[in-house]
């Protein structure tokens, strides 16, 4: 009993954090990350965050070869068009700043902002009452977060400010490049070139029996440390004038923040070195300072491939990795960086750096792996990764001494991660919605970003399908396609791993191949291209397609799902599903009202797999006979539409729906009549009786609603023309009886299974039915189905 307290407990604790807060309840479940977490103290957080903004680092390195740039763009008046397009980039729910100002109140003030922009611009500079931000603090992990620097800060100034710095650094970025070893902030995958350039360089030395050595250097606060002085000072090598940076500058002058945690606020604190993490233009200064360094090491000391090249660096934001072939080459590259960050106000963590060594291999050996540290920074030493049951976390995927981990490592937690989420105390479609937008796009980038083929990914695949089975309680033989079509054609949505992934591991290939970058193309061709072509003929793709072309096969993919899927016996129906998106809506779980047991009979009735002696004895030589009227074979469609037995439920759900229609016609006006009786003038002595009869301003409407089980849409449109031709005879009589002329007769149709035909909905909506009324009816009527599919089943045990 006690057991059972604590469970009820626990469902109702997790059921209310995914309605409040989904991404908490994911932290609790798989990273540990207790729901209590706080920084520390404000006193603290104060004083910690203003012995770094407010410390001013003096930059005085001379400035030397100067580029030449045409910066007129960037004064040019700022048009309205310009403006509504900064907006429509901005996020709906971004945050507001110190002023309270939403981006929907922005998007309302355009001309006041095209009028205040075109004056900030003209007089290089901001009003004073812009320069208050407002800073939050954001985890940065699940580890000790009761140290600061384990937060990280995101500084918010308004929203109209960071309107007005979009603008800008849409201009300036047209205007001045970087190093492509930079490749953060940049319309690339950034992530992903790095990450195969490590990956292939570590092989590549593995396979040649080269000595190879690389170090992860993690620069302390780096956003929030670089001097003010060293931003103007990369402004003026790039080429900007006196007037740019000024303008630039006097954003950084006289500029405060105040941070908010915990319910508290601090006082205010000056900004006297750093970027302001958060605000547009902060990316494009912190490259333009970092881009001078690899000028300083140019291709130095780095690893080369005998006729290709050599390489040294590359770096994603503050991410920086330095590769050489030698230790001496590593210390210098060292060496020479560090000076560089000093001058900066920035200061190299070894501690916190990571480095990686392999040593030649002689006499046929393998490269040997080196597991003492080697590098140091003033005295203090790198720790080295050594050994391949060792791994280190680099733009967002676990690499050993000998590249990125092997991908079974993947499938195993993507296993401990499903057992997690079937054990969960929640509702099936919770856990789905879980499934869906949390468990599986937690593996996609490390599995884009791994070496690994289409088995592995098909594997892994079967294994959240068999889960997503489990969990609805459907049968192992459901149909693969299901899972995977979108809601708005009646499916799960779940994402295809194989595809996705395969997808973009192609795109990848295309894009690097496609780069100005010798050494990189030849890393990637020669250790990746095998891996590519495994997905290219899994995935049915041609040698000669193009990455515009890439862009169409996920529909491709789509419509051969539909069609396979409206073949099989679990998609009988799916061709009038998929095309009324409004009566599928329950199936992403948001209806909170809807029980876990409604949701997976619902479920099973729109596969055809609610248990009946036809769905659980397909392929098998066995009586099939209906177990209560022993007419038919007892079939989904036999239960919900023929069967003696449920004939009285079957009128209850006739019924309620003529009560839902008769209600919002009498909501609207009309004059309803339930049911009156007409003499057939076809058949002597025989009447017809419409379910409704709706008057209003000289106008009838002559209703009669029938419950089909849809096979396709001919099952809606036969069953509608059927009341047509049953009706029209005493159209006449009806409307010399209410005084009206040229009166309307419809069928209304709808399915058992809760769907409505995409032709029919005009006749719905004429009655003044809102979609999302409508979405109700339809839930209605399969919530009856299922009662009485229930009460079936319950009779004959």
């Not at 991410?319 to 001058?343: A, H, P, V």
């Not at 489990?470 to 459901?478: D, K, M, V």
């Amino acid at each position: 009993m006690l057991k059972g307290l604590r469970n009820q407990k626990k469902y109702g604790y997790y059921q209310h954090l995914y309605y409040n807060n989904k991404k908490k309840l994911v932290a609790e479940i798989l990273d540990g990350e207790t729901s209590g977490a706080k920084p520390p103290p404000m006193n603290l957080v104060e004083d910690y965050y203003r012995n770094i903004w407010s410390r001013s680092t003096i930059d005085d390195s001379p400035v030397n070869n100067i580029k030449t740039v045409n910066s007129d763009s960037i004064f040019a008046p700022i048009s309205r068009d310009e403006i509504k397009l900064a907006l429509s980039n901005t996020k709906k729910d971004s945050a507001a700043g110190p002023d309270s100002v939403t981006i929907k109140e922005a998007k309302a003030i355009i001309d006041n902002l095209y009028v205040a922009y075109n004056i900030w611009l003209g007089v290089q500079g901001i009003p004073e009452q812009l320069k208050l931000n407002k800073t939050i603090l954001i985890p940065k992990g699940n580890s000790d977060l009761s140290l600061l620097k384990n937060w990280r800060p995101i500084t918010i100034s308004s929203i109209i400010l960071r309107v007005y710095n979009r603008l800008l650094a849409y201009r300036m970025n047209k205007i001045f490049k970087t190093n492509d070893k930079q490749v953060g902030f940049k319309p690339v995958n950034g992530c992903g070139i790095n990450i195969s350039w490590l990956h292939s360089l570590l092989k590549h030395a593995r396979l040649n029996k080269n000595s190879i050595y690389a170090c992860l250097v993690d620069v302390s606060k780096a956003f929030d440390s670089v001097s003010h002085q060293s931003i103007v000072r990369a402004l003026t090598m790039n080429g900007a004038p006196s007037l740019l940076v000024k303008l630039i500058m006097d954003q950084y002058t006289n500029v405060n923040t105040v941070i908010t945690c915990s319910g508290s606020i601090s006082n205010k604190i000056n900004i006297s070195s750093g970027v302001k993490q958060g605000d547009p233009l902060s990316s494009l200064l912190f490259n333009l300072v970092i881009d001078e360094l690899f000028d300083v090491i140019k291709n130095q000391y780095g690893y080369t491939i005998d006729n290709i090249g050599t390489t040294n660096a590359r770096c994603f934001a503050d991410d920086l990795t330095l590769i050489s072939s030698s230790r001496m080459g590593m210390n210098k590259l060292l060496e020479l960086t560090t000076k560089f960050f000093k001058e900066r106000g920035l200061n190299v963590n070894p501690s916190k750096c990571m480095s990686i060594g392999m040593s030649k291999g002689y006499k046929g050996k393998k490269s040997k792996i080196e597991s003492e540290p080697l590098f140091s920074i003033t005295d203090a030493q790198i720790p080295m990764l050594g050994y391949i049951d060792k791994t280190t976390r680099y733009l967002g995927v676990n690499f050993t001494s000998i590249g990125a981990i092997d991908a079974k490592r993947i499938k195993k937690d993507l296993q401990d991660t499903l057992d997690k989420l079937e054990h969960l105390k929640l509702k099936a479609q919770c856990k789905m919605d879980l499934l869906r937008t949390y468990m599986i796009p937690r593996f996609m980038f490390q599995l884009i970003h791994t070496e690994l083929y289409p088995k592995l990914l098909i594997k892994m695949d079967i294994l959240i399908r068999k889960l997503a089975k489990r969990i609805l309680h459907l049968p192992i033989s459901t149909s693969s396609e299901f899972f995977y079509l979108p809601f708005k054609e009646g499916g799960l949505q779940l994402t295809s791993l194989k595809e996705a992934v395969g997808l973009a591991k192609i795109k990848l290939h295309k894009k690097i191949m496609s780069s100005n970058d010798p050494m990189l193309c030849y890393l990637i061709e020669s250790q990746r291209s095998r891996i590519v072509e495994h997905f290219m003929k899994d995935l049915k793709l041609g040698d000669s397609l193009t990455l515009n072309e890439m862009n169409n096969i996920k529909e491709c993919f789509m419509k051969e799902k539909r069609i396979s899927f409206a073949q099989k016996i679990h998609g009988v129906g799916f061709e009038v599903f998929s095309s009324s998106p409004l009566t599928n809506q329950w199936i992403n779980g948001e209806i909170k009202t809807m029980t876990t047991k409604t949701y997976i009979n619902s479920i099973k009735l729109r596969t055809n797999t609610l248990e009946t002696r036809v769905t659980t004895s397909r392929g098998l030589n066995i009586i099939k006979t209906c177990r209560r009227c022993h007419v038919a074979d007892e079939s989904l469609m036999h239960v919900l539409q023929c069967c003696s037995s449920t004939k009285g439920l079957r009128y209850s759900r006739h019924h309620k729906i003529c009560a839902k229609v008769a209600n919002k016609l009498v909501m609207n006006g009309y004059g309803v009549f339930r049911e009156k009786s007409y003499p057939d003038p076809n058949n002597s002595g025989s009447y017809l009786r419409p379910d409704i009869i709706a008057v209003k301003n000289g106008h009838v409407i002559v209703l009669d609603v029938t419950v089909v089980y849809e096979v396709t849409g001919a099952t809606f449109i036969n069953a509608y023309q059927t009341k047509i031709n049953k009706y029209n005879a005493i159209m006449v009589q009806i409307e010399q009886m209410f005084n009206c002329v040229n009166g309307e007769l419809h069928g209304l149709v709808i399915g058992s299974p809760g769907s409505i035909h995409h032709s029919q909905l005009h006749i719905w909506h004429q009655m003044g039915f809102s979609s999302i009324e409508l979405k109700y009816v339809a839930i209605g009527c399969m919530e009856d189905s299922l009662r009485i599919m229930s009460t079936f089943s319950k009779a004959i045990t």
